[in-house]
Nanobody, 138 residues
Framework: QGQLVESGGGLVQPGGSLRLSCAAS????????IGWFRQAPGKEREGVSC?????????YYSESMKGRFTISRDNAKNTVYLQMNSLRPEDTAVYYC??????????????????????????????WGQGTQVTVSS
């Protein structure tokens, strides 16, 4: 049974940085796309970023995260990272990672500069982590 575990969240001041990790166990992460999502209290889930499988690595971001967040993978550690810079109070949320066969944008496989969005169907991502809290506050 596969499992994803997020870590690296915490409290950071506006303008600060955090690096989140998504570690996989029970399956080889490089064969899957890994998406990062977030959800703040009282708000809908948002897409943050996604990295495709290692067969042909491509990355996708939500428009508001472009230039501030960077997704990467370390296949040797079976881990995907989300480097978050220039953090803002509105980035406060629980951040989740999820695995799937592809990165999906608006319900279809992402392509080129597509805006990364939350999933529209259950089949898009199968394993989900438990989430890690990120709080941006002074």
């Amino acid at each position: 049974q596969g499992q994803l575990v997020e870590s690296g969240g915490g409290l950071v001041q506006p303008g600060g940085s955090l690096r989140l990790s998504c570690a996989a166990s029970g399956f080889t992460l490089q064969h899957y796309a890994i998406g990062w999502f977030r959800q703040a209290p009282g708000k809908e889930r948002e897409g943050v970023s996604c990295i495709s499988s290692s067969l042909n690595v491509r990355t996708y971001y939500s428009e508001s995260m472009k230039g501030r967040f960077t997704i990467s993978r370390d296949n040797a550690k079976n881990t995907v990272y989300l480097q978050m810079n220039s953090l803002r109070p509105e980035d406060t949320a629980v951040y989740y990672c999820a695995s799937g066969p592809f990165c999906y944008c608006s319900g279809v496989v992402c392509y080129q500069e597509d805006d990364f969005t939350p999933p529209q169907e259950n089949y898009e991502y199968d394993y989900w982590g438990q989430g890690t809290q990120v709080t941006v506050s002074s």
